[in-house]
């Protein structure tokens, strides 16, 4: 019998660390790893026999640290990633200030007085030594387990520069006082003793550090997600004990309490209601944006918000068995279980660096065995791996991130980070929450339909003023349209809530009633056969129909419903046309789902489906063999969207859900979805490109540097223009447009809402 143990690794640097460990924890026997390098958690299934101890063992022998998550963690002024973050950029910072006048004096002849090779020594040491310090422990980290990524090239170019840098200042010529480096395009065989490339490791070290900064703010926001979604729920509680209500944090209440919950607050935790009714707004559970009725024996959430009548709710689950902290679990699996992306550069660099080891390596015995100077033979060693340093390398994701989140920032797209854009290349299925997302996730009024007789203004007119006196969602919708349409609104008075029903009073010296009919009450009049068919066509397309008396008749219907966003349709054309196939995917009804599916062009619905279905139904589209992306908006969408291939969220949405993606859609247009994708996709090809070109310049020059025909102005144009190619090449994307029309879309917003009389109907 297997057991699934969590551990927290740390000291990661790389994708290829986690993919190290994962490796080696799955050849135990029975034990299936997923180690995660964002969340830096690993997650394993393991038999009986093999304890965490033996685990974190296994872990710690690789020179990592593991440990069991800690169950109840202290509270921290500072979460540790923040401040480990905080540091990088203090690191980055020192770096850049340090290494800008390395460069300037190595690349201007103007600036080199008497003693600037001195100088750049003294500026330049720090960086290597403390600045690069994070690659020279990856690198002996690596080099301990017969590995090589990206940080064992970083350390041993920088660290190849600098020593021939302290050789040619302390044994060579270049130590001397008036020292030049004359710019000369020459390739010829030298001995090398004087030129240094002290610019080279200071610049490969500050460009590389500010690209790894980059990346590790976007991972240190993997678990904001969690501590988002943890922070809806309510902090205090107002329990009965002994008839009396007594405030206790939320952390005192336990299974069998009995508490209150008034109008606008959250709803402590899961329960049964005892006492009382309501609307509830469970949106942040199910998607459906119309509030659930709830009375006595009704089941409620916990975070979800009262938006009615007073409430006594007894505790069924508290802690980690609510549903809220269930829906957490899920984000945090479904980011531990997703499909691992390791970085381009760190896969060729696995290859490349032994390549390059072995060729300087050949270098030097080649040309001490033809008995050319030792000076000779180590500057053709060296400059080999110097020629390899990354520094093209080291700026092809981070310039081309840098232009396309800019650019993308421009049109309302945020990326997170370069693992965001494998993804996107490969998608083909789209899956589209409804609430929010294609709909406006408001109620509005979309409908007016009076009795014969009856004038629509006068109709919306009472109703308005009615319901303007509720607290009620659909009320408040309704009462916004009136006082749109018709103006100031009349006084109520003698007004009453009908619990569960709707609402009564008198206005303008009628004796008013407005509410959902039901057959089993007779609070409502009668409704005419016209109304009564009018009002199944409207619950038809899962639209809700609101019964408006007076004077003991009924006058009309009014019609509300989440309307669908102006751009969605479009929207929905431009993602077909980039070969991705829509899916709705909602918590809502299946009438309402299929009615807004059907006006935007989504011929698969998915509907009545919880947080967790919403998890499955994505791992069962991936189990078909889809790349799925995922555009949600709400809570309940957060694990959906940490689960799928690609994350998108509505800017519009919740923090939860911004935090679970990959994208966010800062505008609320759907239709800025197309645009990312593309934008992304264009993001990734010109990181490729990038990383094609630097590793190109660098192969193709280590045969002349090998040679030790290489002279170090040609070695240092080589690296310079390698790396002016890689920035431009970056920078074509700032071209990037959006496609016609979307970006001067207006946001999206309520329908206006319309009249129809009978004959419209007929």
């Known amino acids: 019998m297997s057991s699934q143990v969590e551990l927290v690794i740390g000291g990661m640097t790389c994708a290829s660390c986690a993919a190290r460990i994962e490796k080696r924890l799955n050849r135990l026997d029975g034990v299936e790893a997923s180690v995660n390098y964002a969340t830096e958690k690993a997650v394993v299934s393991a038999p009986e026999s093999v304890t965490s101890d033996v685990l974190v063992a296994v872990v710690e022998k690789m020179g990592y640290t593991a440990a069991p998550p800690d169950p109840d963690p202290a509270p921290a002024e500072e979460e540790p990633a923040d401040q480990e973050l905080r540091a990088l950029r203090n690191r980055v910072l020192v770096s850049l200030v340090l290494s800008v006048p390395v460069v300037a004096m190595a690349m201007s002849s103007w600036l080199q007085f008497e003693y600037w090779q001195w100088a750049s020594l003294v500026l330049a040491a720090p960086v290597v030594v403390w600045g690069a310090l994070p690659f020279h422990r990856a690198a002996w980290l690596n080099l301990r387990h017969g590995a090589a990524t990206m940080d064992t090239l970083i350390s041993m170019g920088t660290l190849a520069a600098f020593a021939w840098s302290l050789y040619a200042l302390f044994l060579g010529t270049a130590g001397i006082p008036g020292m030049e480096h004359p710019f000369r395009l020459t390739i010829e065989r030298s001995g090398g003793d004087g030129n240094i490339y002290l610019e080279v490791a200071a610049g490969v070290t500050t460009f590389i550090l500010a690209g790894r900064y980059f990346e590790a703010r976007a991972k240190t926001r993997a678990g904001s997600a969690l501590r988002a979604l943890l922070s809806l729920g309510a902090k205090d509680v107002a329990v009965l004990r002994g008839g009396l209500e007594t405030r206790v944090p939320i952390e005192r209440l336990a299974v069998g309490d009995r508490f209150v919950v008034r109008p606008g607050e959250k709803i402590a935790t899961d329960g049964v209601v005892e006492d009382g009714s309501s609307a509830v707004d469970e949106s942040m559970l199910t998607g459906e944006s119309v509030p659930v009725e709830v009375s006595a024996g009704s089941r409620v959430v916990g975070a979800t918000v009262n938006a009615g009548g007073r409430l006594v709710v007894a505790a069924t689950r508290v802690g980690s068995d609510t549903q809220l902290a269930q829906m957490a679990k899920l984000v945090e699996q479904a980011q531990t279980g997703k499909a691992k992306v390791q970085r381009l550069a760190d896969r060729v660099s696995a290859v490349f660096v032994p ?119 659909i009320a408040a919708a309704v009462a916004t349209a009136a006082r749109e349409r018709v103006g100031s609104l009349p006084a109520v008075s003698g007004f009453a809530s009908v619990d569960g029903l709707g609402v009564r009073g008198e206005v303008e010296g009628h004796a008013v009633a407005a509410g959902r009919a039901h057959e089993s009450t007779s609070w409502l009049p009668a409704l005419p056969a016209e109304l009564v068919s009018a009002k199944a066509d409207a619950e038809a397309l899962g639209r809700t129909a ?26 929905v054309r431009q993602l077909k046309a980039l070969g991705l196939t829509p899916v709705m995917l909602t918590g809502d009804h299946e009438a309402v789902a299929r009615a807004v599916a059907d006006e935007v062009g989504i011929d698969e619905v998915i509907a009545g489906v919880l947080p967790a279905g919403k998890v499955d139904e994505v791992k069962r589209l991936q189990s078909a063999g889809g790349v799925v992306a995922m555009v949600g908006d709400g809570v309940n969408d957060a694990a959906a969207l940490a689960q799928a291939d690609l994350g998108l969220a509505m800017g519009t949405g919740t923090d939860v859900a911004i935090e679970s993606s990959d994208l966010t859609l800062v505008r609320g247009d759907l239709r800025a979805a197309a645009d990312a994708i593309r934008l992304s996709r264009r993001t990734l090809n010109t990181i490729r490109g990038n990383l094609f070109w630097a590793f190109a310049y660098n192969v193709a020059t280590i045969p002349l540097a090998a040679a030790g025909l290489l002279n170090p102005m040609l070695a240092g144009a080589v690296m310079a223009f390698s790396s002016v190619f890689v920035v431009s090449n970056s920078l074509r994307l700032r071209g990037f447009q959006a496609l016609a029309g979307n970006t001067s879309a207006p946001l999206a917003g309520a329908a206006a809402p319309r009249s129809r009389s009978f004959a419209d109907a007929a």
């Open 355 to 473: 390549v390059v080891i072995v060729l300087a390596l050949a270098a030097l015995g080649f040309w001490l065995g033809t008995g050319a100077s030792a000076s000779a033979s180590f500057t053709a060693a060296v400059a080999v791996l110097i020629i390899a340093c990354p520094c093209a390398l080291g700026l092809a994701t981070p310039t081309a991130l840098l232009v396309g989140t800019g650019r993308g920032a421009q049109l309302g797209i945020l990326i997170k980070g370069p693992e965001v854009l494998e993804s996107t290349r490969r998608v083909d299925t789209i899956v589209l929450d409804k609430t929010g997302t294609v709909t406006t996730g408001q109620m509005s009024l979309v409908e007016v339909v009076p009795a014969p007789g009856v004038p629509a203004e006068q109709l919306l007119r009472l109703a308005g003023a009615l319901e303007d006196a509720s607290s009620h969602p």
């Open 546 to 571: 609101v019964t408006v008396a007076w004077d003991g008749a009924a006058r009309g219907l009014l019609v509300v419903a989440d309307t669908v966003k102006p751009t969605s349709a479009a929207a």
